[in-house]
């Protein structure tokens, strides 16, 4: 044997012999199957990476669900490609499924799409060595995807998801959420209303992490007017302060009085006043009119607000309401508030999923797992699920620079991690029923 073998043979003995003394035969034999597809399962990712499947490209994503609908099928699981209306502009959603009677019902989530769209010059999966690849939505989220796939693979072909019902869930408009949410989420939450427990694949942020909760999302608007009048009569009785002096009002307002909250935060991202202003949306532009010598008439400002629970919304959009409605003399203001992702609150049953998990990676040698802090994750599609079943996500792969054109995944992590999902998947399935 050479030296350098030798040694890392002396580093991994002790994790490994500690491995097979926890791990039950079927789980030894979960974990060989994983071991002896894990460079197929790469390969696969380099396939449905090197397919373009912006959220807009919904040919792309509907051939990423048609590769990835043919792979489950091949496991034994009926596949079906769940379409949207033709003015929603969304490609659709895959979802595959098995029924039976034994052990929690499951539900896996990922997405099919990415934040590269057709025009994007991030095009292709690239291996940077043995451990990184450059790959667009490689990380966010295809790799997940495929962690779930052959997770699976691995428990079918020890015959481990007989009389098990898991409903695998790969949206295609993660990054872009359709619209209306009623709509787009729909078929995922009522999959949801047929589980015990859903697992999302978002990207990983580590080994020693996992994600119990997640903030929820919500958008916000406040428009005030003003009388408009020759700014020599500003603050008069009869011309009063003007829209911009109001909603300058309201923004301090917000900041001194509703700011401080744990996981609470709102963010005022585009402001505009003057005499006229038109805001564009889809372009994210303005156009504003105005004069240092005139009140302004009207402004507007438009921004996020991120809560943990759907109570810390309500609590803080009544305040923001209550704020909004103390105007300055003659002045108006109006807000309005759109909903977005729900929160995934930190729940009981969410960190009984946390033990386990975190039980499977220390039989695994890959030491303990801890909830990750839900104020540095975004919102997710596992969000839209949270109030029926009980959740965990970040099991996906690992890797960095997500969403840009530096978007990497870690190759050499994928095997342990579809290890752990599959044993995961597998304990789950032995426990009852809810």
């Not at 994503?61 to 590769?67: C, L, N, S, T």
């Not at 502009?89 to 039976?100: D, T």
Request: hydrophobic share 40%.
């Amino acid at each position: 044997m050479k030296p350098y073998r030798f040694t890392l043979f002396l580093i991994l003995f002790p994790a490994l012999l500690v491995q097979a003394q926890r791990l039950n035969r079927a789980e030894r034999r979960i974990v060989a199957s994983v071991e002896a597809h894990a460079p197929e399962a790469i390969g696969f990712l380099e396939q449905v990476v090197n397919i373009n499947s912006g959220t807009l490209n919904l040919e792309g994503v509907r051939e990423v669900g048609r590769v990835f609908g043919n792979a489950f099928e091949e496991i034994g699981f009926e596949t079906r490609w769940i379409a949207m209306p033709d003015s929603m502009n969304r490609a659709g959603h895959l979802f595959a499924e098995i029924g039976g009677g034994k052990g929690k019902r499951l539900l896996l989530i990922g997405h099919l799409d990415t934040v590269f769209e057709k025009d994007s010059p991030f095009q292709h999966f690239e291996r940077v060595n043995d451990t990184l690849a450059h790959a667009p939505g490689g990380n966010d989220m295809k790799g997940g995807d495929v962690v779930v796939l052959y997770a699976l693979k691995a428990l079918q072909e020890n015959g481990l998801l007989e009389d098990a019902q898991i409903i695998v869930a790969f949206t295609g408009d993660e990054e872009s959420t359709g619209d209306p949410l009623e709509v787009s989420r729909r078929d995922l939450i009522a999959a949801a209303r047929r589980s015990d427990i859903a697992l999302g694949f978002e990207t990983a942020t580590g080994f020693d992490k996992a994600t119990v909760a997640r903030r929820g999302a919500s958008g916000w608007m406040v428009e005030t007017t003003g009388r408009r009048a020759h700014s020599s009569g500003v603050f008069s009785e009869r011309t009063g302060a003007g829209a911009i002096f109001e909603l300058s009002r309201i923004l301090n307002a917000f900041y001194e009085e509703v700011r401080g909250e744990e996981y609470l935060t709102f963010n005022p991202g585009i402001l505009m006043g003057g005499t006229f202003a038109e805001y564009d949306p889809l372009s994210g532009k303005a156009q504003v009119f105005g004069k240092s010598n005139v009140v302004a008439q009207t402004a507007s400002v438009r921004g996020g607000l991120r809560f943990i629970s759907e109570e810390q919304k309500e609590r803080t959009r009544a305040r923001m309401r209550e704020i909004v409605s103390q105007n300055l003399p003659q002045t108006g203001a109006e807000i309005t508030f759109s909903d977005a992702y729900p929160a995934m609150p930190p729940t009981e049953g969410n960190m009984a999923l946390l033990e386990v998990l975190n039980q499977v990676s220390l039989d695994l040698g890959q030491g303990g797992v801890t909830a990750y802090d839900p104020g540095r994750r975004g919102a997710a599609d596992v969000s839209f699920v949270a109030q029926y079943v009980s959740c965990l996500d970040g099991l996906g792969t690992m890797g960095s620079g997500a969403h840009t054109p530096k978007e990497t995944v870690n190759l050499k992590t994928m095997e342990a991690l579809t290890k752990r999902t599959a044993l995961l998947i597998y304990r789950l399935l032995q426990q009852p029923r809810s």
